[in-house]
């Protein structure tokens, strides 16, 4: 197969508190969105990347580099539906059999080697796969008190053994990822690409990623972001 990058950059970043969306915010010295194109343009394994962004937006002109990106001007009110409409955009120019590796465009740590850890990880697997990590934390449950219920509010451990945190990108053959979104029915449910293939009870590989691929999420993980841009990958 071929394998397509898909980055879903129609999102409004609420969470940020920013002026305008994050994935535009500059992060080591250049918005955000071009660090993921970038890692993209650099791997030889990638046929073409493709960026989803939302009819209105006004600034994606300005990032994309001079050769080897695509924008789809067809994002939606959800992640789900931006990739699903972009999905349909390319039907014909995207194989059914070839793969497509979905990027949030927050994820700015990106690099070539964890594009080719992933590829060579799925080794094109039927259920698809993507880069995740170990959970280290210790992790809590909490369960609010029901209606009338007095301080009854319930704490449990819920044990790390065999949990993992999703990273993207995460890959799936074109005809996979598009039946998966398209028969989803709980958008809330559905909080990544690989939630949806589960959905059909397909099992999508976990290959470890790396912490340097953070979600940018809240203001101080620029920061940390920017950290591990100035590392060596
Ligand atoms: O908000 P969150 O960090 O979960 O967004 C993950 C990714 O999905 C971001 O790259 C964002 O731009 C994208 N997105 C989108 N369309 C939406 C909402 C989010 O492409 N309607």
Known sequence: PRYFALIPAAGVGARMAADGPKQYLTVGGKPMLRHALDAFLASPLIAHTYVVVSPEDGQIAAVLPPAGVTALRCGGATRMDSVLNALRALQGQVGENDM?????????????????????????????GLLALPVVDTVKRY????AGGEGAA????????????AQTPQMFSYAL??????AATDAKAI???ASAVEALGLSPRLVEGHPRNLKVTLPADIRIAEMYLAAPQ
């Not at 369960?143 to 029901?146: I, L, P």
């Not at 319930?154 to 945190?165: E, F, I, M, Q």
């Not at 990822?177 to 398209?182: E, W």
Request: charged share 20%; no cysteine.
């Open 143 to 146: 369960t609010a008190a029901g």
């Open 191 to 193: 909080t990544d690409d």
């Open 177 to 182: 990822l598009a039946r998966a979104l398209g």
């Open 100 to 128: 497509v590796l979905v990027h949030d465009a927050a994820r700015p740590g990106l690099t070539p080697a964890l594009i080719a850890k992933l590829i060579a990880g799925v080794a094109d697997d039927p259920a698809g």
């Open 154 to 165: 319930n704490v449990a451990t819920v044990p790390r053994d065999g949990l993992w945190l």
